[in-house]
């Protein structure tokens, strides 16, 4: 996933909790080989080179979280879609590029995110128009984390945190913690110290800002995280942290309400900046 990942855990000896994380971590790695777009051998590399085409059977993970993708993209208003490729290789994320994309680049890439179907039919997927891409950032490392903490619990791991890069789950609480692995959230820059507090306890927490991973274009500075209606990279709000149940819709959902600006369904707390 390119991001630094920490995980703390306790366990009944210390070769259990060594091999519990290791197989965590493992399953981490699985996740990121199906759903990454930086590996021509996985699974939705594959699917996207059979856009307008009969379909693919695919792999459980992609066929889950592209599922999951379809119910948050409806209940987010559209705010978070898995189509929007197109816009993230316009803005020069995906292939470096000099200067800002033309309004004609925009308009092309906002047509292909808002003609884009996915049909997922059991682990059949189908994407029937040709210049349809999907890109599974804003929602894969939370996937990765759930699956990461089923791994753990599955071996008898009751109390662990995993942190990839700011996004996190929680298992349990640590010992003498009843509510909760304690969380600070920073803020949207350097220097800025941290902005709020919170505690998990069997919950993700997830947060999207347009301030980290950035292209320069002179002066101009755009974020990654795209407003599908705009075809730019979104500005409702700086920062968004978002304490859903699972990491998929914590993921999901902080992306969306940082394109709309609004909460969203499914959300147990939230902090924008």
Not at 55 to 72: E, F, H, Q
Not at 86 to 110: C, D, K, N, Q, Y
Not at 142 to 153: E, H, M
Not at 240 to 251: F, H, N, Y
Request: glycine content about 12%; charged content about 20%.
């Amino acid at each position: 996933m390119g991001q630094p990942v920490h995980l703390q855990l306790f366990a009944e000896s210390e070769g259990h909790g060594y091999d519990a994380a290791a197989a965590a971590l493992a399953e981490l790695r699985r996740v990121e080989s199906r759903l990454t777009l930086f590996d021509d051998t996985s699974d939705l590399v594959e699917l996207n080179r059979c856009a307008g085409g009969r379909g693919l059977r695919v792999g459980a993970d992609l066929a889950v979280t592209l599922s999951a993708g379809l119910r948050l993209e409806q209940g987010t208003a559209g705010a978070f879609n898995p189509a929007v490729e197109p816009l993230m290789r316009a803005w020069g994320f995906h292939v470096p590029r000099a200067t800002e994309p033309s309004p004609a680049e925009i308009r092309e890439a906002r047509g292909a995110v808002r003609t884009a179907r996915i049909v997922v039919s059991g682990d059949r997927v189908t994407v029937p128009h040709a210049d349809t891409r999907l890109d599974l950032g804003g929602i894969g490392v939370g996937y990765g984390l759930d699956r990461a903490a089923s791994v753990l619990r599955r071996l008898g791991i009751r109390s662990a945190f995993l942190d990839v890069s700011g996004d996190c789950i929680a298992i349990g609480a640590p010992p003498g913690q009843e509510d909760g692995w304690p969380v600070d959230i920073a803020g949207p820059g350097t220097g800025t110290g941290i902005l709020a507090t919170t505690r998990l306890r069997d919950a993700a927490l997830a947060t999207s800002a347009n301030t980290m991973s950035v292209v320069r274009y002179g002066r101009a500075v755009r974020g990654h995280v795209m407003n599908p209606e705009t075809g730019w990279p979104a500005d409702a709000l700086v920062q968004v942290s978002v304490v859903a149940r699972t990491g998929i819709e914590a993921d999901a959902l902080s992306t969306a309400m940082l394109v709309s600006g609004k909460p969203a369904e499914g959300v147990v707390w939230y902090h924008k900046a």
